[in-house]
């Protein structure tokens, strides 16, 4: 079954759900044409159906190869690249004075959740490069730019980026790649990558290396670490491609999903050392990092959500296709039906299209945040926006991937012992969804990060911010007195005071007893999660209502069910923060006794 970007929930979701049709009726977004959002989101939905989707499952049977130091990937892929570049669609947001259009992140981010739902695999390449483009644009000096920019933003040659050592997961500080100063002024890198996504491959001429190391009199943890641009094959000063550069993919592993992205070993320092240009100063690559690894992490969020609308929609298919048994009360002659009728499928189908929409306008809302700390011409909306944006994007990576992996789950679980028949399709999806947990930072660490930091931030300022927005947000529902939202209200408000309390109480013991707030980070990015999207499903609802946007009552339906069926859990997960930590620390007499 092929993909159909579904164009209508998603712009509902960003136009309203994530605010940016009131950030550009501020002005926060300078002469952007809106009515642009649509016609590109309907080009890309074509450009997936007809070029992305068919060559999902060939990458997914057929995988990379690495032979002679060079990896090929699956039939076909070389072409669609060409095609992806050609369409355009790699500088959607890239800047304009290096050929990009230019068009907001959130607009792009409506484009990677299409690409990732026709072909998470191939929309995983240009997800780095873009990352790349970040760090370079924001940290890089003017004479890398100017030969490394353009082509990163055409597509002409794609970005990777290296941190992951065997020694060096989640603490990246412990890496140990060693890069040397040369007398010119440039690096030489000796050491060793893993898991390094389109570490090598063959769709493009060049690919530039970000590569995370340490210089030999640098600090110990992460204030010694620098990057470096370290280009696969030298460029001349005539911008034409120079000397094979001393960096080879020397491995590729062999993985549960995601078979078509090559995931390399890298070997830097065979031939006298990898040939490396610093970007930003010395001992402070993490800060040129970061800006890489949180527009990354947006963009895995994404990849969750593009997974979980993928498997929606072919489950939903499945479902008025396959027959079996009757619906209640029809008599036994009659004939078997569409399983859709009957409640438990209606109920999963429901639970897995409400959490994507949660899901897809958490991680809206975190582009548009990152937009308007980036366009706004008033200093304090752009602060306020970045402390939006820093603290959503944990929440979007963590939430929207966990999402991705339970709807997937789901997705097989609806086509019965078909879903775990691979000619389906349904089985990929499970297994390419179960690394979006992983990498950019583990759910784990992403719950971490929100409550050390972005709850922690200001006494918790951005979350109070938030906070009093869904509590208005509640008010509207309430005040709409429309029978159809039924519990929506009083379910909503009950998670948001959940979520108030949880916060207060994390927020008190953060610094004074960091083992009980740790305890509970994964039931409270989950409580945020649940919250916060089901406030946006509710704000969509009322928006369809008083819109010419059609079909209101769907909307209202979905949010209604997300509220009394998700939302619904968040007194729970409050106690399982502000109760459950005691056990969590008490957990060695059980785990080692
Ligand atoms: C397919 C694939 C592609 C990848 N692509 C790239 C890439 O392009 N570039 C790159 O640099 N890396 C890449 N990675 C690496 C990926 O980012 C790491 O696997 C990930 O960050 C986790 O590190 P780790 O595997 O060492 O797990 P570990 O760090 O060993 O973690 C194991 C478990 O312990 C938990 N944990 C670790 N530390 C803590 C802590 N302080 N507190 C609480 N829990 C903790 C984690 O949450 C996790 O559950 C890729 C990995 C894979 C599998």
Redesign the pocket.
């Known amino acids: 079954m092929t993909y159909q970007a579904p164009i209508k929930d998603m712009l509902l979701a960003l136009n309203h759900g994530a605010g940016l049709k009131a950030a550009v009726e501020a002005g926060h977004y300078g002469d952007f044409d809106a009515d642009l959002t649509a016609a590109v989101l309907e080009e890309a939905g074509k450009f997936a159906s007809d070029v992305l989707a068919p060559l999902n499952r060939v990458g997914d049977q057929n995988g990379i190869k690495l032979q002679d130091g060079k990896v090929t990937t699956a039939p076909g892929w070389p072409d669609a690249y060409k095609r992806w570049t050609e369409g355009g669609w790699n500088a959607v947001s890239g800047p304009e004075s290096f050929g990009g259009q230019g068009l907001p992140l959130a607009i792009n981010a409506a484009c990677t959740e299409i690409w990732s739902a026709s072909n998470v695999a191939f929309g995983l390449c240009p997800l ?1 490069t873009l990352s790349a483009i970040e760090a370079l644009d924001a940290h890089g000096s003017d004479e890398l730019k100017k030969i490394y920019l353009g082509k990163l933003v055409s597509g002409e040659w794609t970005g ?5 050592e065997p020694q060096a ?3 990246v500080g412990a890496l140990r790649t060693r890069a040397e100063r040369a007398p010119d002024g440039t690096y030489r890198l000796k050491g060793a ?1 893993i ?3 389109y570490g090598d491959h063959d769709m493009t001429d060049n690919i530039v290396h970000f590569v995370l190391a340490r210089l030999p009199d640098a600090p110990a943890g992460t204030k010694g670490i620098s990057l470096f641009l370290v280009p696969k094959f030298l460029v001349n000063a005539d911008g034409s491609l120079g000397a094979r550069n001393d960096i080879y993919p020397s491995g590729v ?1 062999h ?1 549960l999903g ?1 078979h078509a992205s090559p ?1 390399c070993t890298m070997t830097m320092g065979d031939h006298g050392g990898a040939i490396g240009y610093l970007i930003g100063e010395e001992n402070q690559g993490m800060r040129c990092m970061f800006t890489m690894m949180n527009q990354a992490r947006l963009g895995v969020g994404l990849e969750g959500v593009g997974i979980a609308d993928r498997a929606y929609q072919q489950a939903l298919g499945y479902a008025q296709e396959r027959r079996q048994g009757r619906a209640v009360g029809k008599s036994a002659d009659s004939g078997s039906d569409p399983i859709i009728v009957h409640p438990d499928i209606k109920r999963t189908l429901m639970q897995m299209r409400s959490l994507t929409a949660a899901a897809r306008t958490i991680c809206y809302a975190t582009a548009v945040a990152l937009d308007v700390a980036a366009r706004a011409t008033d200093a304090k909306v752009r602060s306020e926006a970045a402390a939006r944006g820093a603290l959503l994007t944990p929440i979007a990576k963590a939430f929207s991937t966990d999402v991705g992996n339970e709807v997937a789950y789901l997705g097989v679980q609806v086509h019965g012992g078909m879903g775990f028949i691979e000619e389906t399709g349904a089985a990929q999806h499970y297994r390419d969804a179960r ?1 979006t947990p ?5 759910n ?2 992403q719950a ?1 990060d929100l409550v050390t930091r972005k709850l922690a931030a200001n006494g918790g300022a951005a979350v109070w911010a938030l906070l009093d927005e869904l509590g208005e947000t509640i008010k509207q529902v309430e005040g709409s007195n429309d029978p159809a939202f039924g519990g929506t209200g009083q379910k909503l408000h009950d998670a948001l005071a959940s979520l108030t309390r949880t916060s207060r109480w994390l927020l008190e013991r953060v610094t004074s007893a960091p083992n009980d707030a740790l305890a509970g980070a994964t039931p409270y990015l989950r409580l945020f999660g649940a919250t916060v999207g089901g406030c946006y499903l509710a704000s969509e609802a009322l928006a369809a209502r008083s819109g010419s946007f059609g079909e209101p009552q769907r909307y209202v339906a979905l949010a209604r069910f997300f509220a009394e069926n998700i939302a619904v859990q968040a007194p729970s997960l409050e106690k399982s923060v502000t109760d459950g930590a005691e056990m969590v620390n008490g957990a060695d007499a059980v785990l080692l006794g």
């Open positions: 780095l990777t980026m290296q941190l992951t997961g989640s603490d990558k898991f390094i996504t592993e993985k995601m995931t690394i992983i990498y950019e930072g583990t784990g660490i971490i």
